[in-house]
């Protein structure tokens, strides 16, 4: 009853060192990307997400996109992760917007979406237009994370949201830099979109136990463990 207690607190003490001396692995998240334009009309006329920024592919541009009502000049996107530091980003930008839902006209020199992640912080993202207006309208080159306006404003006809943020289920958070949205349903023009976060921070995922000085600490304290049971066994029993 004695020897099992001696020796069961020698090897908690050896176990205690042992266990210092490693580390776990964090797998890096996948949510980062960014797309240029997400388009759907009326009769049918739909346009996926593109072009399109992973971490497997971190950049990607085109000159220009034409669909139906929606034209643009340059697009690009851009996605980056550093796992050693625990950030990652993404950016997305649409130049020379020209378009036009239910015949209400939108256009802007420039849309941009962006958000930035770092581990053990929230995601931050933010949107800045340049020349942007609707229906002769300016607009705030700057606007706060979900601005919201009706158009035309007697007949509301589209939702025009800007730095529209959402959060997302696995902790993410998507920013589109504007989003035009028909009242009835039938067309959703996105521009601009940014998602990452939340950012993880890698570690060594082989660190070796303990060697060197902890090693021997804690093949000592074992071995002193047991003297110590040897010499309390020999005054009980002798």
């Given at each position: 009853?004695?020897l ?56 990607a ?12 000049g ?28 239910l ?31 609707v ?31 959402i ?69 009980r029993?002798?």
């Amino acid at each position: 009853m004695f020897l099992g207690r001696t020796f069961a607190v020698s090897l908690a003490a050896l176990t205690a060192l042992l266990a210092g001396t490693t580390s776990t692995a964090h797998a890096s998240d996948d949510t980062v990307n960014a797309y240029g334009a997400s388009i759907t009309l009326p009769l049918g006329l739909r346009f996926r997400p593109a072009p399109e920024a992973e971490a497997g592919n971190p950049a990607a541009e085109v000159a220009s996109i034409n669909v139906g009502t929606v034209s643009t000049g340059a697009v690009a996107v851009e996605v980056e992760r550093k796992t050693a530091v625990g950030t990652e980003s993404a950016r997305a930008s649409v130049d020379g917007l020209n378009a036009a839902l239910l015949g209400v006209g939108f256009t802007a020199g420039s849309v941009r979406a962006e958000c930035t992640a770092v581990a053990g912080q929230p995601t931050t993202g933010s949107t800045t237009l340049a020349d942007a207006r609707v229906l002769g309208t300016t607009l705030d080159s700057s606007p706060a994370a979900g601005t919201t306006f009706l158009f035309p404003p007697l007949l509301p006809l589209v939702e025009v949201r800007l730095n529209e943020q959402i959060p997302n289920a696995d902790g993410s958070l998507t920013v589109h830099g504007m989003r035009v949205r028909a009242l009835s349903g039938d067309g959703d023009v996105i521009l601009s979109s940014a998602t990452c976060g939340p950012a993880t921070l890698d570690a060594p995922s082989d660190a070796p136990l303990a060697s060197g000085a902890g090693l021997y600490m804690a093949l000592g304290l074992a071995a002193a463990g047991g003297g110590a049971m040897l010499l309390r066994r020999r005054r009980r029993f002798g």
